[in-house]
């Protein structure tokens, strides 16, 4: 079975639980959102998939294979995320000859194409470079190490918005090539939400949501109207359907939907449409 | 495995040539000095090398397991390589000793002699034994001396990453204070159970002040020494988290 | 050709809307290829499976045909085809929201039929 399998995923830190139970599937060659706010245990679970981190609980498994301390499995992965792993005195083009020579499918000439086209001196040394740049260096790296699973953990973070518009297209250039499985963790949802296929959202160790972007939109809408009409309407909801958030303003209350196609919306309401960004800040307030 | 071997190997080559080169810088101006001077020196320069061992492993654990875990390696093959290291730069560093101690040895113009381990400890067996089994004894003793400071610092340097701030402080703390300061306090405090650890240390390394001593007990020693602290230091390599 | 991530409209409609926005004035002539799914995904920063969701609603209305191993391109009598269908939702897309706006606002027809002939006039 090709595909990241996470299966009951718990990690808790001395007095904090980081993860609760989590299990997800990452399919072969898709986009993933990992969404989540800080603290919401994005990068543990990132961390615990590649190995960085053992799970308190549970197993992770690569294309049929638990990948726990398992070199086949942890050599179709790459994690990037803020932490910089290179030696500090190492300069950019001896990083991209190191993980040539681990991840032979690493392309050098890539590297140094994208290095130019993001300005990046590849002679300078990984420490001398600014936050940017050092998120910079490790999106190069990400875009350029051709394996099946990539782990992008806030890759935009300092990326000004050039560099930040540069490395989605880049990434999706990458992706149209040559498909394969990229997570991108991050908060910035806004611009995301059209390149991913598949959305997670966890919040609090858990996760909340784990479907397809289309299908996530398609059945979440505003609806609204005055406060006794939009309140009938909520109370004639079938029960898969979920209330996840409302406003009142005056006399007039919008609630926000998951779960209802707004099939049988009766006259005077009114159903919009919701974006991924609000629907995100719906779910997971509190 | 072979990829993680080459690319550590190739760091610490560097640092290895640094250093043999200021020993032969020592041992120019000792030479030089003793001839201008008049006078023989016994120095220990050969001791310096397990210093050196030591502080090598000291530095080897974090910087190591952080790049070959981005790049998808297993601990189990991180130690695996950080011991095979160990190994090879125990060997060639044994040999260097001996042979500064060989050829320092063979010139009596040079009124300097090389220290090494097996030298001072087993002085009476070595100066009687063959040429053949003499040699095999400085390599093999020296080696195994080399390996358990290595390993001793790569397994230090792991406990210290693997601490917590106040751990990390008690070890940065503590351990120079035990060698520094914990010793001479013994020594001075109790003397009795100063002299009986040092009997007893001498008596596991083969050593006798009455015989010439032997040094095949100390290879047991130190084989099961360093044994014991590879294992440990696997089983602390294989908790370890990022 | 506008892509916007704000408007109610999902992206993938948004994108075959636009191809026939291109094909309608003639910036794709029938006949001629059209850029590839790789270009539009790009180009607007869009999920390659939205882009090529957008596009097979056009090759399922047989106004873009796929030439295997070549590219896409518009098929011949694609722009009457669209004009047709542009035309039969005509009716839904603007004339049934304007004579609503036109109630709220208390515009009786009269006065509606004749704004629109003040403005085909001009």
Same mark, same amino acid.
């Given at each position: 079975?090709?595909?990241?399998?996470?299966?009951?995923?718990?990690?808790?830190?001395?007095?904090?639980?980081?993860?609760?139970?989590?299990?997800?599937?990452?399919?072969?060659?898709?986009?993933?959102?990992?969404?989540?706010?800080?603290?919401?245990?994005?990068?543990?679970?990132?961390?615990?998939?590649?190995?960085?981190?053992?799970?308190?609980?549970?197993?992770?498994?690569?294309?049929?294979?638990?990948?726990?301390?398992?070199?086949?499995?942890?050599?179709?992965?790459?994690?990037?995320?803020?932490?910089?792993?290179?030696?500090?005195?190492?300069?950019?083009?001896?990083?991209?000859?190191?993980?040539?020579?681990?991840?032979?499918?690493?392309?050098?000439?890539?590297?140094?194409?994208?290095?130019?086209?993001?300005?990046?001196?590849?002679?300078?040394?990984?420490?001398?470079?600014?936050?940017?740049?050092?998120?910079?260096?490790?999106?190069?790296?990400?875009?350029?190490?051709?394996?099946?699973?990539?782990?992008?953990?806030?890759?935009?973070?300092?990326?000004?918005?050039?560099?930040?518009?540069?490395?989605?297209?880049?990434?999706?250039?990458?992706?149209?090539?040559?498909?394969?499985?990229?997570?991108?963790?991050?908060?910035?949802?806004?611009?995301?939400?059209?390149?991913?296929?598949?959305?997670?959202?966890?919040?609090?160790?858990?996760?909340?949501?784990?479907?397809?972007?289309?299908?996530?939109?398609?059945?979440?809408?505003?609806?609204?109207?005055?406060?006794?009409?939009?309140?009938?309407?909520?109370?004639?909801?079938?029960?898969?359907?979920?209330?996840?958030?409302?406003?009142?303003?005056?006399?007039?209350?919008?609630?926000?939907?998951?779960?209802?196609?707004?099939?049988?919306?009766?006259?005077?309401?009114?159903?919009?449409?919701?974006?991924?960004?609000?629907?995100?800040?719906?779910?997971?307030?509190? | 495995?072979?990829?993680?071997?080459?690319?550590?190997?190739?760091?610490?080559?560097?640092?290895?040539?640094?250093?043999?080169? /200021?020993?032969? *810088?020592? =041992?120019?101006? !000792?030479?030089?000095?003793? #001839? $201008?001077?008049?006078? &023989?020196?016994? +120095?220990? @320069?050969?001791?310096?090398?397990?210093?050196?061992?030591?502080?090598?492993?000291?530095?080897?654990?974090?910087?190591?397991?952080?790049?070959?875990?981005?790049?998808?390696?297993?601990?189990?093959?991180?130690?695996?390589?950080?011991?095979?290291?160990?190994?090879?730069?125990?060997?060639?560093?044994?040999?260097?000793? /001996?042979?500064? *101690?060989? =050829?320092?040895? !063979?010139?009596?113009?040079? #009124? $300097?002699?090389?220290? &090494?381990?097996? +030298?001072? @400890?087993?002085?009476?067996?070595?100066?009687?034994?063959?040429?053949?089994?003499?040699?095999?004894?400085?390599?093999?003793?020296?080696?195994?001396?080399?390996?358990?400071?290595?390993?001793?610092?790569?397994?230090?340097?792991?406990?210290?990453?693997?601490?917590?701030?106040?751990?990390?402080?008690?070890?940065?703390?503590?351990?120079? *204070?035990?060698?520094?300061?914990?010793?001479?306090?013994?020594? $001075?405090?109790?003397?009795?159970?100063?002299?009986? @650890?040092?009997?007893?240390?001498?008596?596991?390394?083969?050593?006798?002040?009455?015989?010439?001593?032997?040094?095949?007990?100390?290879?047991?020693?130190?084989?099961?020494?360093?044994?014991?602290?590879?294992?440990?230091?696997?089983?602390?390599?294989?908790?370890?988290?990022? | 050709?506008?892509?916007?991530?704000?408007?109610?409209?999902?992206?993938?409609?948004?994108?075959?809307?636009?191809?026939?926005?291109?094909?309608?004035?003639?910036?794709?002539?029938?006949?001629?290829?059209?850029?590839?799914?790789?270009?539009?995904?790009?180009?607007?920063?869009?999920?390659?499976?939205?882009?090529?969701?957008?596009?097979?609603?056009?090759?399922?209305?047989?106004?873009?045909?796929?030439?295997?191993?070549?590219?896409?391109?518009?098929?011949?009598?694609?722009?009457?085809?669209?004009?047709?269908?542009?035309?039969?939702?005509?009716?839904?897309?603007?004339?049934?929201?304007?004579?609503?706006?036109?109630?709220?606002?208390?515009?009786?027809?009269?006065?509606?039929?004749?704004?629109?002939?003040?403005?085909?006039?001009?």
């Amino acid at each position: 079975m090709k595909g990241i399998e996470v299966k009951n995923i718990s990690k808790s830190f001395k007095d904090t639980q980081a993860l609760r139970n989590v299990t997800l599937t990452f399919e072969a060659e898709k986009i993933y959102g990992l969404l989540g706010r800080n603290g919401a245990g994005k990068s543990t679970l990132l961390n615990i998939i590649s190995n960085r981190k053992y799970p308190n609980e549970g197993y992770v498994s690569v294309d049929g294979v638990p990948s726990a301390e398992n070199d086949e499995a942890l050599r179709k992965m790459f994690l990037i995320n803020e932490m910089n792993l290179y030696p500090e005195s190492m300069k950019v083009k001896d990083a991209f000859k190191v993980t040539k020579t681990f991840y032979p499918s690493f392309d050098e000439a890539n590297a140094l194409k994208l290095s130019e086209m993001f300005e990046l001196n590849i002679k300078k040394k990984i420490k001398s470079l600014s936050t940017g740049y050092q998120s910079i260096f490790r999106n190069i790296l990400a875009l350029s190490v051709n394996v099946p699973y990539v782990f992008f953990d806030e890759p935009v973070l300092g990326l000004d918005a050039y560099h930040r518009d540069l490395f989605y297209r880049l990434l999706i250039e990458k992706y149209s090539e040559e498909p394969f499985t990229a997570v991108i963790s991050t908060h910035l949802i806004e611009e995301v939400a059209n390149v991913i296929e598949e959305v997670i959202i966890i919040k609090k160790g858990e996760i909340l949501k784990n479907q397809s972007r289309d299908s996530i939109l398609e059945n979440s809408c505003t609806v609204s109207g005055t406060i006794s009409q939009v309140d009938s309407y909520v109370a004639s909801l079938p029960a898969k359907a979920e209330v996840i958030g409302s406003d009142v303003i005056g006399g007039l209350k919008s609630v926000y939907i998951c779960g209802d196609d707004g099939a049988r919306l009766p006259e005077g309401l009114e159903r919009s449409p919701i974006d991924l960004q609000k629907l995100f800040i719906q779910l997971t307030s509190m | 495995m072979k990829k993680i071997l080459k690319y550590q190997c190739f760091d610490l080559a560097k640092a290895l040539v640094v250093y043999y080169l /200021v020993i032969l *810088l020592i =041992i120019s101006l !000792a030479v030089i000095g003793m #001839n $201008v001077a008049g006078g &023989t020196e016994r +120095s220990g @320069l050969g001791f310096s090398s397990e210093f050196f061992c030591l502080i090598v492993g000291l530095c080897m654990f974090r910087e190591y397991f952080y790049l070959f875990m981005q790049n998808g390696v297993s601990r189990k093959k991180i130690f695996a390589g950080a011991c095979m290291c160990l190994v090879i730069l125990s060997a060639v560093m044994s040999a260097m000793d /001996v042979l500064a *101690l060989y =050829i320092l040895e !063979a010139l009596p113009a040079a #009124n $300097v002699s090389y220290m &090494t381990i097996s +030298s001072t @400890l087993y002085s009476g067996y070595v100066n009687n034994a063959g040429p053949v089994l003499r040699l095999l004894v400085e390599l093999v003793i020296s080696f195994l001396v080399m390996y358990v400071f290595f390993v001793v610092g790569y397994l230090i340097s792991i406990c210290f990453y693997r601490s917590p701030k106040p751990g990390k402080i008690g070890i940065a703390v503590g351990l120079p *204070l035990l060698v520094v300061g914990g010793m001479p306090v013994l020594m $001075v405090a109790f003397p009795e159970v100063f002299a009986r @650890l040092m009997s007893f240390f001498l008596f596991i390394m083969g050593y006798s002040d009455t015989s010439s001593g032997n040094p095949f007990i100390g290879m047991v020693t130190l084989i099961v020494l360093s044994l014991v602290i590879t294992g440990l230091s696997y089983r602390a390599v294989k908790g370890a988290q990022i | 050709m506008n892509i916007n991530p704000g408007q109610d409209k999902p992206i993938f409609i948004q994108i075959a809307e636009g191809i026939e926005d291109g094909i309608l004035t003639g910036a794709f002539p029938e006949e001629s290829q059209i850029p590839s799914i790789t270009e539009f995904s790009v180009n607007y920063k869009i999920n390659p499976a939205t882009a090529l969701k957008g596009i097979n609603l056009l090759v399922d209305e047989n106004i873009i045909y796929k030439k295997r191993g070549v590219g896409m391109f518009v098929a011949e009598g694609a722009v009457q085809k669209l004009r047709k269908k542009r035309q039969d939702q005509f009716y839904t897309n603007y004339i049934s929201s304007l004579i609503d706006e036109a109630r709220r606002l208390g515009i009786s027809s009269e006065d509606v039929i004749a704004m629109i002939e003040r403005g085909f006039s001009k």
